[in-house]
């Protein structure tokens, strides 16, 4: 059983600055991905940023340039720096973990969400 906890949401004025972290534990598995997505009202989750244990990153166009996803193997946790903020920033953030089980593909563990708001 793996249990991911988001924290670090809250408001903030636009061209604020926030930093999300999400802690995996539980049984042991690889967290060969983790990453986060999010889902703003009305419409559909999408995917923020991904970084793989070996250190490759993946950002969606819209957040390139300004949020920096990192993770600490030890703690077995990931981060998303967001800097610059939008008010189009403003959805429930949800952290990802994703675990290679070989021939059986890939398995995805999410968190609950956490929400960020941006004000203008």
Same mark, same amino acid.
């Given at each position: 059983?793996?249990?991911?906890?988001? #924290?670090?949401?809250?408001?903030?004025?636009?061209?604020?600055?926030?930093?999300?972290?999400?802690?995996? /534990?539980? @049984?042991?598995?690889? /967290?060969?991905?983790?990453?986060?997505?999010? !889902?703003? $009202?009305?419409? !559909?989750?999408?995917?923020?940023?991904?970084?793989?244990?070996?250190? @490759?990153? +993946?950002?969606?166009?819209?957040?390139?340039?300004?949020? &920096?996803?990192?993770?600490?193997?030890?703690?077995?946790?990931?981060?998303?720096?967001? +800097? +610059?903020?939008? $008010?189009?920033?403003?959805?429930?953030?949800?952290? +990802?973990?994703?675990?290679?089980?070989?021939?059986?593909?890939?398995?995805?563990?999410?968190?609950?969400? &956490?929400?960020?708001?941006?004000? #203008?």
């Amino acid at each position: 059983q793996v249990q991911l906890v988001e #924290s670090g949401g809250g408001l903030v004025q636009a061209g604020g600055s926030l930093r999300l972290s999400c802690a995996a /534990s539980g @049984s042991d598995f690889s /967290s060969d991905v983790m990453g986060w997505y999010r !889902q703003a $009202p009305g419409k !559909q989750r999408e995917l923020v940023a991904t970084v793989t244990i070996g250190g @490759s990153t +993946n950002y969606a166009d819209s957040v390139k340039g300004r949020f &920096t996803i990192s993770r600490d193997n030890a703690k077995n946790t990931v981060y998303l720096q967001m +800097n +610059n903020l939008k $008010p189009e920033d403003t959805a429930v953030y949800y952290c +990802n973990v994703g675990s290679n089980v070989g021939r059986l593909g890939i398995r995805l563990y999410w968190g609950q969400g &956490t929400q960020v708001t941006v004000s #203008s």
